[in-house]
């Protein structure tokens, strides 16, 4: 299966969220090339950005898996190549 590179922006709008948060992300680990988070403490929350490198399915499971949770909000974006 081609392998495809992404972003995947991640809004945590419910601070109580972030636990299942990570919990995704750790599930996917393998796929994770690095991410970078930044609390927004002025609006109480915080905002995710997260490389991966994966087959389609996969990073598409990771964003849908993350956007379900309560709070937070996820979508991907796609390299061209």
């Given amino acids: 299966m081609q392998k495809r590179l ?3 922006g991640i809004i945590v709008e419910n601070p109580d969220s972030a636990e299942f948060v990570n919990g ?3 599930e996917f ?3 994770i ?5 930044i609390p927004y403490r002025e609006r109480n929350m915080s905002v995710i950005s997260v ?9 598409s ?3 849908g898996k993350l956007g379900m949770i ?7 974006t796609y390299a061209t190549k």
């Fill in 70 to 76: 309560d709070g937070v909000t996820s979508k991907a």
């Fill in 29 to 31: 680990r393998e796929y």
């Fill in 61 to 63: 499971s990771l964003s």
């Fill in 6 to 8: 992404a972003v995947i």
């Fill in 33 to 37: 090339v690095g991410r970078m988070g």
């Fill in 24 to 26: 995704i992300l750790h």
């Fill in 51 to 59: 490389v991966v490198d994966g087959p389609n399915d996969i990073i």
